[in-house]
């Protein structure tokens, strides 16, 4: 298929919220991202620059996760830095959509999570009262390929000397890969794959969004003003991609919801009826062994001057 649902793809109206209300879906896809993520990380929760900061900190530490879902790192971070016997004052998770928070009862007290819009002006009391902003997975939120206005939120939620951890997979490099030559008999379909990435590639870029600037994060925080900027990539774990062709295609499958079907856009070269019988071949081929992936996990840090 060659067509495109040119600006049927609204990629941060998705991440917000799903249109069928199948809310514990996407949280269960987060919960396997979290998991995925860690595990090219060498399973740090924290980069060691940011870890050691938060273990010499000479007053309880404060971290802001934006746009936290359902605050599975933030929780992470909570057992990591008891495990270190780092004295927490709060570790705060905002999202725009509270839907996934956790329960507060199943919480330490120390952790606590707020709805907000991260990219409106932020809460006067929050400004600069932060040791670590972290953010991860955050590409949807950004527009015309420019970080700027997200970096410039987490900026001013640091305290001077603070630091920003920022994680992504690579949005830029959706990848469906057959066995390799030498590891099948025969050469592997994956058309219908390389049609949904077509389709998620040629949507983002109708709006602007061709996700390039993951390439030069690193640059773009130097130029926000933070120092000490370092940008680390992994490849993803080979024995992780039948996980991570799972995470894809639970939101392969969430998408669907975005598309209209025939009956209300009988004339759109996409309706949601030739997305799901494209999807229910994709989802064939990975049976067959091909797996969807982003190929590395980045990570670039980057520390507000003291
Ligand atoms: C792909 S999810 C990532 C969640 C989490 N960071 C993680 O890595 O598990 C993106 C999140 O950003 C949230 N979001 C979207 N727009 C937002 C905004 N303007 N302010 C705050 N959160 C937002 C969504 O509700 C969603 O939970």
Request: net charge negative.
């Given at each position: 298929m060659s067509s495109s649902p040119q600006g049927k793809f609204e990629a941060s109206q998705f991440w917000a919220s799903s249109a069928r209300s199948r809310n514990f879906k996407s949280s269960a896809r987060l919960h396997l991202q979290h998991h995925l993520f860690q595990r090219t990380l060498g399973n740090r929760i924290l980069q060691p620059t940011a870890e050691q900061a938060a273990v010499q900190c000479r007053a309880p530490l404060r971290v802001a996760d934006l746009g936290c879902g359902n605050g599975v790192w933030l929780l992470d971070l909570e057992q990591s830095l008891t495990d270190l016997g780092v004295e927490v004052s709060l570790l705060e998770g905002f999202d725009v959509n509270p839907v996934n928070f956790p329960p507060k009862w199943s919480c330490p007290p120390n952790v606590a999570f707020t709805a907000l819009d991260v990219l409106k002006p932020l809460p006067q009391e929050l400004l600069g009262t932060y040791d670590i902003v972290h953010m991860r997975a955050f590409v949807s939120l950004i527009t015309k390929n420019d970080p700027r206005p997200a970096i410039y939120q987490a900026l001013s939620l640091l305290k001077p000397g603070g630091w920003l951890q920022w994680e992504e997979t690579r949005v830029d490099r959706w990848t469906a890969t057959a066995a390799q030559s030498g590891e099948a008999e025969d050469a592997q379909s994956k058309a219908s794959c390389d049609a949904i990435i077509g389709i998620l590639d040629n949507g983002g870029r109708a709006q602007g969004n061709t996700f390039d600037f993951l390439a030069t994060l690193g640059v773009h925080l130097e130029r926000a003003g933070l120092v000490q900027v370092a940008s680390l990539e992994l490849e993803k774990r080979r024995a992780d991609m039948k996980a991570w062709t799972e995470d894809y295609l639970l939101s392969w499958e969430e998408i669907a919801n975005l598309i209209p079907p025939k009956a209300q856009?009988?004339?759109?070269?996409?309706t949601r009826e030739m997305y799901e019988d494209l999807l229910d071949k994709a989802i064939a081929e990975t049976e067959q062994g091909v797996a969807i992936h982003q190929q590395s996990v980045l990570v670039v840090m980057g520390r507000k001057p003291a």
């Open positions: 856009a009988p004339d759109s070269p996409l």
